[in-house]
């Protein structure tokens, strides 16, 4: 069975300043990874995926995001957040194929002026 | 990239009636589509997996006389809620399923429910 961890519920963090979102998932097979990010009231809007080659993945909006599959992480991170990035943000595992997507229980990042 | 299109984007209905919410993928066929449900401030969780052609799979624990899913055609899933109750009340949302080079996931902008 697959499942993700975001070890934060809320990450505070000033304008201008460089942010991490940590994810870990455990997986028995293969993985592709995502991060989608929510608005309030919206549907999800994909930041970035990982599906295979370079372990460093870069998104939209200045996001990236490294795998590293010896600590079985998809850490995601922004060198300088705007107010505007205020958000939920979901990193999620599929094993593939039609396969569903399993989500983690979301970090709320609220940048602050 | 792909399109989805979810209908209505909010509704409100009263107990005992049913609803039905549609999403399309507009611009590839999609054989697999998935039905989400979020609770407030809470993250998503898959209610079934829709299947062109065929029955929906439902997750554990989803009532599946509650909740039908149709998937009648490659570019339209619908999800009825029958016989609402208050606790029905949530923000639904579907996504299809995209494989090969361009494998991903992209959602629709969610149907939000509330039974009175």
Sequence with gaps: AQSVTQLDSQVPVFEEAPVELRCNYSSSVSVYLFWYVQYPNQGLQLLLKYLSGSTLVKGINGFEAEFNKSQTSFHLRKPSVHISDTAEYFCAVSSGGYNKLIFGAGTRLAVHP | ?116
């Excluded at chain 2, 054989?31 to 554990?60: H, V």
């Excluded at chain 2, 996504?95 to 009175?116: D, E, I, K, M």
Aim: glycine share 6%; net charge positive; with cysteine.
């Design chain 2, 1 to 116: 990239g792909a399109v989805v299109s979810q209908h209505p984007s909010w509704v409100i209905c009263k107990s005992g009636t049913s609803v039905k919410i549609e999403c399309r993928s507009l611009d590839f066929q999609a054989t697999t589509m998935f039905w989400y449900r979020q609770f407030p401030k809470q993250s998503l969780m898959l209610m079934a997996t829709s299947n062109e052609g065929s029955k929906a799979t439902y997750e554990q624990g989803v009532e599946k006389d509650k909740f039908l899913i149709n998937h009648a055609s490659l570019t339209l899933s619908t999800l009825t809620v029958t016989s609402a109750h208050p606790e029905d009340s949530s923000f639904y949302i579907c996504s299809n399923s995209r494989t090969g080079p361009a494998y991903g996931y992209t959602f629709g902008s969610g149907t939000r429910l509330t039974v009175v």
